[in-house]
């Protein structure tokens, strides 16, 4: 397995590069998002625990559904507070390893599926400044396409590990 990672400065971007992933074949079992709740990002907009009439920052759901149709294509939707980053929410399979992971942040996570400490440092870095993170777990064969696609849809640093 190789990982794909990079990211995209808005949730548009990470939505129209998760379709195509999908069109490609890529599955929800293979596909990560990762997004900081941010005033930069109005459906993230917020005061206090209010998310915006979209619900508890605990509720998952509601925060995938931020993400517009990021969500929908993807499994294991959840909302985290991690120390250092504040409020994320996380789709797809790194959903998990990130709720496993709080005290390590998103770099721990990331640190989880194979990417390098400075790499995750840097991938952690870009989240808190509101960048959304898309990581694809994926045979080496489909490599170059998930990398392409990605850049083809507006992701920036996009590396394989």
């Known amino acids: 397995m190789s990982t794909v990672i990079g990211t995209f400065a808005s949730r548009e971007q990470a939505e129209k590069a998760v379709r195509a992933l999908r069109n490609r074949g ?10 900081k709740r941010s005033s930069k990002q109005g459906d ?3 005061a206090g625990d209010d998310m915006g009439g979209m619900g508890k920052a605990s509720d998952g759901t509601a925060w995938g559904s931020a993400l517009g149709g990021v969500a ?4 294991g939707v959840g909302a985290l507070a991690i120390p250092g980053i504040g409020p994320i929410v996380a789709a797809g399979p790194l959903a998990a390893t990130l709720s496993g992971a709080v005290t390590g942040g998103v770099a721990g996570g990331l640190l989880d599926v ?6 995750s440092q840097y991938y952690e870095e870009e989240v808190k ?11 080496s064969g489909m490599v170059e ?11 920036a640093d996009v590396e394989s590990h």
């Open 26 to 35: 890529f599955t929800e079992d293979e596909i990560s998002v990762v997004a």
């Open 44 to 46: 993230f907009e917020t």
């Open 72 to 75: 929908g294509l993807l499994a």
């Open 114 to 119: 194979g990417i390098p400490e400075d790499r």
């Open 129 to 139: 400044k509101g960048r959304f993170l898309a990581v694809i777990d994926t045979d």
């Open 145 to 155: 396409d998930a990398a392409r696609i990605m850049r083809d849809n507006g992701a």
